[in-house]
């Protein structure tokens, strides 16, 4: 069959259009590419900015750690989290199974993870090891009772985390509004002495602090949160602080308007006599476990967590005129020092009262030279008296050895086992004591009967230094030492002793330049 002219010119219009067809699909095929690029790049810019090309939900986990057994609203927190944020990974630790049983809602236990820090037989290492659970990059801590309302608050959190990114801000804190004034969170400057065993608060006049008091939540990144030395131990806001305050990291506390709420627990009487008593239990454990004797609260009153006239003292036996706590760097606990100034001062009072003379004698003079008080890291209190007014004091005189004395103030007298001299203690049970060394005069040199051969400080010197004393600051007093103080004590020490402190042993430790 022959194509006509008239075909051909048909077949040649068909292809055009067909061809112009092709051409149009392609164009708007291009434009829907460059229109869903741009887009795309769009939102991942927004999500960048949000939290590294993920959302608030991919980025974090919830931890619930601060809970109680007898009385909880965990399975209702974590209810609320849920409402909010339904991928939202929480993870509750707890020290030992919970008793009763959390009734977590079975819609959202897979969810859920509950892990247990008690080793067990039943489990394996790795499951008692909250850290295997957690691989997003931030950790929400919320207490128990929080309740969150929108979605719009963890982005917040996390959009201001990031905006510290290059300071030292590492933590917000997010204000949760309560009822109880009690309850409202606080931004507080902390101090963390560990040397002097020592935490101090005090009021922040700003919302980037050290630390927060009161019901808030808490944002943190999992790698700075699994850099602290115990990043699960209870009370968890304060144990938190006081470590990232070590780090020099700070708090931002923000405020959350009406996007979380608090309702409250423990309202029956029992089980908030109950929860203060447990919190006060576990914050014991904490400072015994982190070395602190004294926290000094922002109102100025002091907490003592050290010994006491019924405890022994917080160290033990001295080995190498070294106590333990100089190993550690560390200095006399301050409970320790505390009940040391307290027996001195009654045993100068009462050797005063009796007319006995008395002065300071090797580190204790020391101390009064340098410090006008006791050398930081000592443990007891020398004295030197005259062995012939042994008889004008009453709790010396008929000292037996082996057979201390306790008189009505609960101090203990006793003759030492050592050699010739006396001890008293502040109470039987803490040993913190005050040396008593009877001196007595030789062919004008002032000599005794016991010498601690340790000790180079200990040597017989002239009496005329105590021909007569005078008198310097020591612990709040004006006490009696040798004159001419600073010759007598380079007479025993050696030339600079004031002005060039050691430690009583420097073979076993150096003291640092820097103090």
Same mark, same amino acid.
């Given at each position: 069959?022959?194509?006509t002219?008239?075909q051909w010119?048909?077949?040649f !219009?068909? /292809?055009?259009n067909l061809i112009?067809?092709?051409? +149009?699909?392609w164009?708007q095929?291009?434009?829907d590419?460059d229109d869903?690029?741009t887009?795309t790049?769009?939102?991942g @810019?927004?999500q960048?900015?949000?939290g590294?090309?993920?959302?608030?939900?991919?980025?974090t986990?919830v931890?619930?750690?601060e809970?109680?057994?007898f009385?909880n609203?965990v399975?209702e &927190?974590i209810?609320?989290?849920?409402? %909010?944020?339904?991928d939202?990974?929480v993870v509750?630790?707890?020290d030992?199974?919970?008793y009763?049983?959390?009734?977590?809602p079975k819609?959202?236990?897979?969810?859920v993870?509950v892990v247990i820090?008690k080793?067990?037989?039943s489990q394996?290492?790795a499951?008692?090891?909250?850290?295997?659970?957690?691989h997003t990059e =931030?950790?929400?801590l919320?207490p128990?009772?929080?309740r969150l309302h929108?979605?719009?608050?963890?982005e917040?959190m996390?959009?201001q985390?990031?905006s510290f990114r290059?300071s030292?801000?590492?933590?917000v804190?997010?204000?949760?509004?309560?009822?109880?004034?009690?309850d409202? !969170?606080? /931004?507080l400057?902390l101090?963390?002495?560990l040397?002097?065993w020592t935490l101090t608060y005090?009021?922040?006049q700003?919302?980037?602090?050290?630390? +927060?008091t009161g019901?808030h939540? %808490?944002? %943190?990144?999992?790698d700075?949160?699994? $850099?602290l030395?115990?990043p =699960?131990v209870r009370?968890l806001?304060?144990?938190?602080?006081i470590?990232t305050?070590l780090?020099?990291? #700070? +708090?931002?506390l923000?405020?959350?308007?009406?996007?979380?709420? =608090? $309702?409250?627990l423990?309202?029956?009487?029992?089980?908030?006599?109950k929860?203060?008593n447990n919190?006060?239990?576990?914050?014991?454990?904490?400072?015994?476990?982190?070395?602190? #004797?004294q926290?000094?609260?922002? *109102?100025g009153? &002091?907490?003592?967590?050290g010994?006491?006239?019924? $405890?022994?003292?917080?160290?033990g036996? %001295?080995v190498?005129d070294m106590?333990?706590y100089?190993?550690?760097?560390k200095?006399?606990?301050p /409970?320790?020092?505390k009940?040391l100034?307290?027996?001195?001062l009654?045993?100068f009072?009462?050797?005063?009262s009796a007319g006995v003379r008395y002065?300071?004698?090797?580190?204790s003079l020391?101390g009064a030279?340098?410090h006008g008080d006791?050398?930081p890291?000592?443990y007891d209190?020398?004295?030197?008296?005259?062995k012939d007014?042994?008889?004008l004091?009453d709790q010396?005189?008929?000292l +037996?050895?082996g057979?201390p004395?306790?008189d009505s103030?609960?101090?203990v007298?006793? #003759?030492?086992?050592?050699g010739?001299?006396?001890r008293?203690?502040?109470?039987? *049970?803490n040993?913190?004591h005050?040396d008593?060394?009877?001196f007595y005069?030789? @062919?004008?040199?002032m000599? #005794?009967?016991t010498w601690m051969k $340790?000790?180079?400080?200990?040597?017989?010197?002239p009496e005329?230094?105590?021909l007569?004393?005078?008198r310097?600051?020591?612990i709040?007093?004006?006490?009696p030492?040798?004159?001419n103080h600073?010759?007598?004590?380079? =007479?025993?020490f050696?030339?600079?002793?004031i002005?060039?402190?050691?430690?009583?042993n420097? @073979?076993?430790v150096?003291? *640092?330049k820097s103090?």
């Amino acid at each position: 069959m022959r194509i006509t002219r008239c075909q051909w010119l048909l077949i040649f !219009a068909i /292809c055009v259009n067909l061809i112009g067809l092709c051409y +149009v699909a392609w164009t708007q095929q291009r434009l829907d590419d460059d229109d869903e690029d741009t887009e795309t790049e769009a939102y991942g @810019d927004r999500q960048q900015f949000e939290g590294n090309e993920l959302g608030p939900q991919q980025q974090t986990t919830v931890i619930l750690r601060e809970f109680e057994y007898f009385d909880n609203g965990v399975p209702e &927190t974590i209810t609320s989290v849920h409402n %909010i944020f339904p991928d939202l990974p929480v993870v509750v630790i707890a020290d030992k199974n919970p008793y009763p049983p959390l009734e977590i809602p079975k819609n959202i236990v897979n969810k859920v993870t509950v892990v247990i820090l008690k080793a067990s037989l039943s489990q394996t290492y790795a499951e008692s090891k909250p850290e295997n659970y957690i691989h997003t990059e =931030y950790l929400l801590l919320l207490p128990d009772g929080i309740r969150l309302h929108s979605p719009a608050i963890l982005e917040s959190m996390i959009i201001q985390l990031k905006s510290f990114r290059e300071s030292n801000v590492r933590v917000v804190a997010l204000k949760v509004d309560t009822v109880d004034e009690t309850d409202q !969170a606080e /931004c507080l400057s902390l101090n963390v002495d560990l040397r002097g065993w020592t935490l101090t608060y005090s009021k922040s006049q700003t919302n980037i602090c050290d630390a +927060v008091t009161g019901v808030h939540g %808490i944002l %943190i990144h999992r790698d700075d949160f699994m $850099s602290l030395s115990q990043p =699960y131990v209870r009370p968890l806001p304060d144990s938190l602080y006081i470590q990232t305050t070590l780090r020099k990291w #700070k +708090v931002m506390l923000m405020i959350s308007s009406q996007s979380v709420s =608090y $309702s409250r627990l423990y309202v029956n009487p029992h089980n908030r006599w109950k929860y203060t008593n447990n919190y006060h239990v576990k914050l014991t454990e904490l400072y015994n476990n982190f070395g602190i #004797k004294q926290v000094i609260q922002p *109102s100025g009153l &002091t907490d003592w967590y050290g010994c006491s006239k019924e $405890s022994a003292r917080c160290f033990g036996t %001295i080995v190498d005129d070294m106590p333990e706590y100089l190993y550690e760097q560390k200095w006399t606990p301050p /409970c320790c020092m505390k009940h040391l100034k307290f027996t001195a001062l009654y045993v100068f009072k009462l050797l005063e009262s009796a007319g006995v003379r008395y002065w300071l004698e090797g580190g204790s003079l020391l101390g009064a030279a340098r410090h006008g008080d006791i050398i930081p890291w000592d443990y007891d209190v020398d004295i030197g008296i005259y062995k012939d007014d042994i008889v004008l004091c009453d709790q010396l005189k008929d000292l +037996v050895e082996g057979y201390p004395v306790e008189d009505s103030s609960g101090y203990v007298w006793e #003759k030492a086992r050592e050699g010739e001299f006396f001890r008293v203690q502040y109470s039987a *049970s803490n040993h913190m004591h005050v040396d008593i060394f009877p001196f007595y005069e030789k @062919d004008g040199i002032m000599t #005794k009967d016991t010498w601690m051969k $340790s000790h180079r400080q200990d040597t017989e010197f002239p009496e005329e230094y105590l021909l007569p004393m005078e008198r310097i600051q020591f612990i709040g007093m004006q006490v009696p030492v040798p004159n001419n103080h600073r010759q007598f004590l380079e =007479y025993k020490f050696g030339e600079g002793v004031i002005e060039n402190p050691q430690y009583p042993n420097p @073979d076993k430790v150096k003291m *640092s330049k820097s103090l």
